[in-house]
């Protein structure tokens, strides 16, 4: 581990600089095709009134965000609400900074999120990348790929309780998962333990979610690799605008293959 040992001293800088990251239904009528597609001649479509609720972290809340409206959400908003089947895509914004796993799964028993989730036609969730952090916290000492692969055991019982949570609470609700990136790739693009990591906590989060219906695991480690362009808020941890607006662009491809309607319906 004489790699993960290097970082040490600047990892642990970096921490003090930053408290954590990542970052009743309508009837509609149309057939199961893509949204992308807006010549449906055979088809009517009234267009719906989408509700969304966004739980999870920083990367909810916005933090890095310059117009303080949420950071992915308005891109995402524009993006969907440009499409025929969409009238308006209302979100509500339950992101906390710093919010780890155990703690979102805590706030989801708190009855405002609850009421929201049972009307939500979907919901999308950031978390992960604070319960990486706590590990980097907890062990900067004595840093070892061990201590994360046994973080990753409760990473992954927590993730699926939440998931069990939001289904029980909304049974046809579309559920999307953003992943994790590495937000250390300014400084420790040669450290490829890093990146490691953050492939196996996404494959982890990916595991889960595959194991439910109307779900989606939306990567953006690749977002953030090696840009040219800066993606990161003054803080170099949380995205900026762009980097937020990118993060818009991939949930909105992933919603725009055909899924938004297999999620939604």
Known sequence: MTYMRKIITLLLALLLLVSGCSTGKEEHVFKRTSVGNKSLPSEVINPKKISIVSVGDSLTQGVGDSTNQGGYIPYLRNELESLEMVKSADFQNFGVRGNRTDQLEQRLSNSEITNAIQKADLVIITIGGNDIMKVFRDNFSNLEIEKFEHAL?????????????????????????????????????????????????????????????????????????????????????????????????????????????????
């Open 153 to 265: 055991i409760g990473y992954k019982q927590r993730l699926d309780s939440i998931i069990k949570t939001i289904r029980n609470e909304n049974p046809e609700t579309g559920i999307l998962l953003i992943g994790v990136y590495n937000p250390f790739m300014k400084w420790f693009s040669d450290i490829k333990e890093v990146d490691e990591i953050i492939q196996d906590w996404n494959n982890t989060s990916r595991q889960v979610i595959d194991q439910y219906k109307k779900t989606e695991f939306i990567p953006v480690a690749d977002i953030f690799e090696k840009q040219e362009e800066n993606l990161l808020y003054t803080d170099y941890f949380h995205p900026n605008d762009k980097g937020y607006k990118l993060i818009a662009e991939r949930v909105f491809s992933y919603l725009n293959n055909g899924k938004l309607s297999d999620l939604i319906e």
